[in-house]
């Protein structure tokens, strides 16, 4: 596959379609990270605090 970069001159602009098109996989690069820092870190972070929380509300010593 030719690098479409390398067809870009200094002085000119950029392709909209090649502007576009990287823009869309900077979005969908960072998506993916918020998806997976939400579903890796956060969700069991946050589940885990209840489970903690929950554990010494209910500790009764005799």
Known sequence: MENPF??????EEVPEILREKVINDI??????????????????STLGEFIVDNNKNNYHPK
Do not use: E, G, T
């Open 27 to 44: 979005a969908l690069i960072k998506l993916s990270l918020d998806v997976a820092d939400l579903f890796l870190v956060k969700c069991p």
């Open 6 to 11: 390398k067809k870009i001159l200094h002085n």
